[in-house]
């Protein structure tokens, strides 16, 4: 069996074929190959934690997420978004950013308990698409524990590390279930508001 290549190692040699001028998120994309959805949705899940930015991300997250349900090879996005062009570069200054950190996860994390690839990308998706409705939602820091989850999720699907992902699973149950009770509840205190007047 082939071992694991790390995520920091693949950033490395994405950077070593990269063009010398620039690159096209496509092409980025199309070199990530089964990797290109967990990187999306760690990006995605950063992004989510930037206050007032979670709705726009959690309709990006949905739309990945029907994309995995859907078990393609990678995410496809619109063409004006693939042709998009990056100076090599900044690409470069971004992946000498994430491989240190990711190096730090990966002392963490390693291929454990392995499951069918495309069973796991469906069940991965089904769960980040409900993470990202509850994303949409406006309530105050309603968005951080889903954003927090996507990134473990995406973290623990790039290193095929089952347990995490499974400890992942339990946290977005939970965060799911608090959300449904916020939005009950809310639902519940207008009808009582109503019934008042």
């Known amino acids: 069996m082939t071992p694991r290549?790390?995520?920091?190692?693949?950033?490395?040699e994405l950077l070593a074929e990269a063009p010398a001028e620039q690159v096209s998120l496509g092409w980025v994309i199309?070199?990530?190959g089964e990797r290109s959805f967990g990187m999306l949705?760690?990006?995605?899940?950063?992004?989510?934690?930037?206050?007032?930015?979670s709705t726009f991300v959690g309709v990006l997250v949905g739309v990945a997420a029907i994309q995995m349900i859907l078990a393609r090879r990678g995410p496809v996005l619109p063409r004006f978004v693939t042709d998009r062009r990056l100076p090599t570069p900044r690409l470069a200054r971004l992946i000498e950013r994430m491989v240190p950190l990711l190096r730090r996860v990966e002392k963490l994390l390693r291929p454990r308990w392995p499951t069918p690839f495309q069973a796991t990308k469906r069940v991965v998706g089904v769960v980040i698409l409900l993470l990202g409705a509850t994303l949409v939602w406006p309530f105050p820091f309603n968005h951080v524990i889903p954003s927090l989850v996507i990134v473990m999720m995406a973290l623990a699907y790039l290193e095929e590390d089952g347990v995490t992902l499974c400890l992942a699973l339990v946290v977005a149950l939970a965060s799911l279930s608090l959300t449904a009770a916020t939005v009950w509840g809310t639902i519940s205190g207008i009808h009582f508001l109503d019934r008042r007047l």
């Open 5 to 12: 290549v790390p995520t920091s190692h693949v950033l490395r």
């Open 30 to 32: 199309d070199r990530l």
């Open 41 to 53: 949705m760690l990006l995605l899940g950063v992004m989510a934690l930037v206050p007032g930015f």
